[in-house]
């Protein structure tokens, strides 16, 4: 008795030695761990350029201050003036050796530092006192903002949450850091001057609330310890003190002279400043920390991966090379027979299904070729059973669905043509009766009542289109182009809001007359309905050497372009009612009676607003021969 041999008992053989299964992962890891490896190398240099560019920052913002205080007329500050400058000069001259090793991020850094270039010029200003406070504050809020940009320009896609975190938290104490020494800054300035002036008291209190959102966003990513570090920088006699301060500068804000020191509010803020500044580093340190462990993490895990994935290759290639063939030439066969069975072999029948015709047999036409081929290994032999199953409950549903759709389709024209013609005797009846009925107000009845089941017979009729029948109405005579649109409008509810700006006179073929009215009224009742109830929906027809061009105008809110792309799909026919939604069956019905008289239907943007539905009529629907034409009767043209 032969033995079957499995692809289970194949693939056992391929596993014998497990750096099989290494190969890929390990290749995978190797590659990831170095791409890790890299990237928390980048992450550690360039924080550590961030933390001696918030350095320099910090003097910038010291200097800031203390130039306007002097420029608001304390001349106390001109001798801390001095040292603030040079400390400002040799943070620049740091940060600058650290650019020259070329660190992540320095291009950026160094397009800021140009921001300093006027630095010179407005401390030669702002010591002879041409410079204005305003001015100084600007120039030094710029660069500072500038720094601080390029610093973190690049900064935080690490993929590691609580590196992440960290430097999320990094940047937020930046943030409330320069919000407070910008708020220093401003308030010692005005404390200087004596009081608020200009837009100085609405600076001041925007300062302090985005110092306030910059402080509050801190605990959301920050850890307990940098919690606490700044809990307790907030709490201190020197923020209590500037807090204070703070209140007293808002309560005296039209005061002639607020009841703050300058000397007692640079103190106490610039300690408060510090304090910040201190804790912006503590988060430094744990951006710096937490990169350096993520870099040590990828370098262990790189050098385990490549040892791996040379063990893996070597035993891997052997196994491969022996097990490949028995698999891959049954599976290839096995894929081009399923993959032929998916790309011809159902369409086509499936096909010859929907466009069988009422007499043909449906099961003949479902018949499929020989199986697909099994190959000799039992597993393949299961899939190419179950393709085969599949395939063949595919068809069989295909056959019921087509069975099912004939006779919905039947059932919906047979309905449609009832209703359409108990709808036409209904009208017939009012007809009559209008033409008997001489008191006014029964009569205006009587015209509501005429267009209302004018209205019924138009839904009849979509009713027919959509199961892919003909409209009855017929007429022996060429009708004019003139009558046909304003039996259109007597086919819509709000009527009276059309108006028909130019309507070039043609003849149109009578047996196109009913299926070219029904598509004009479908489309200006959807331009009525997208516009506003006190705005009129436009209608111009011309006759061109490309037939007869219908353009109905509405002024509603419009569509986008997707939804543009969408409706123009359902009315050149491209969809399926059965797969639409059912609020746009009148696109549907648009697109076979444009599809059945050969007129193309687009939607496109109105010039100022809305949406512009045009039809363009084929020559061939145009009568060649246009007197004696027939006149529509009056309960048609309403």
Known sequence: MRTVRTIRHRLALLLALPTGALVVLAALGTAGQATRFTAAGRTDDQVALTVATQELVHQLQRERGL????????????????????????????????????????????????????????????DTGTATRAEALGFFTTAVTGLTSAAFDGLGASGDDRLQASLATLRALCEATEATALERGTLNGVLATGSFKGADYPSFVRIMAVRGAAVAQVPRTATAARTDALDAALRTPAAVTVAGMEQQALAGFAAEHLPVLPADWWRAASTLVDDLQQVQSGAAAESRERAAELRSDALRALLLDVLLAVTAVLGAVLLGLAATRSITRPLAALAAGAADLADRVLPEAVGRIRDAGPGQDLDDLAALPAPVGAGR??????????????????????????????????????????????????????????????????????????????????????????????????????????????????????????????????????????????????????????????????????????????????????????????????????????????????????????????????????????????????????????????????????
Do not use: C, K
């Open 67 to 126: 130039t306007a205080g002097l420029l608001g007329g304390d001349e106390s500050f001109r001798a801390q003036l001095g040292g603030g400058r040079a400390a400002a000069d040799q943070a620049r001259r740091a940060l600058d050796q650290r650019l020259a090793a070329g660190p992540p991020g320095a291009a950026a850094v160094r397009s800021a530092l140009t921001g300093l270039g006027q630095l010179a010029a407005l401390r030669g200003r702002a």
């Open 377 to 638: 290994a039992q597993e393949l032999a299961e899939v190419a059973e179950a393709l085969d199953r599949v395939s063949a409950t595919a068809l069989r549903l295909a056959v019921e669905q087509s069975v099912l759709q004939r006779n919905s389709t039947g059932s919906l024209a047979n309905l449609g043509r009832r209703n359409q013609a108990l709808v036409s005797r209904q009208l017939g009846f009012l007809s009559a009766l209008e033409r008997e009925e001489h008191d006014p107000g029964v009569l205006a009845n009587l015209f509501e009542l005429d267009h209302l089941a004018t209205r019924m017979r138009r839904n009849a009729e979509s009713v027919l289109v959509l199961a892919g029948e003909r409209s009855p109405r017929r007429w022996a005579r060429p009708v004019g182009t003139g009558d046909v649109v304003r039996a259109a409008l007597g086919e819509v509810e709000d009527y009276r809001r059309v108006v028909l700006r130019q309507v070039d006179e043609a003849q149109l073929d009578g047996a196109a007359v009913a299926e070219v009215a029904h598509l004009l009224a479908e489309l200006i009742e959807n331009a009525l309905a997208a516009s506003a109830p006190d705005t009129d929906v436009e209608v111009y027809a011309r006759l061109g050497g490309a037939g007869y061009l219908v353009a109905v105008v509405d002024h509603g809110a419009g569509m986008t372009e997707a939804e543009l792309e969408r409706a123009n799909a359902r009315l050149g026919g491209e969809e399926s009612f059965l797969v639409g939604s059912t609020g746009l069956l009148g696109h549907y019905v648009v697109g076979r009676l444009a599809v059945r008289l050969g007129a193309r239907v687009r939607l496109t943007p109105s010039p100022v607003r809305g949406v512009t539905a045009t039809v363009l009529l084929p020559g061939g629907l145009l009568a060649s021969a246009p007197q004696s034409p027939q006149q529509l009767q009056p309960s048609e043209a309403r």
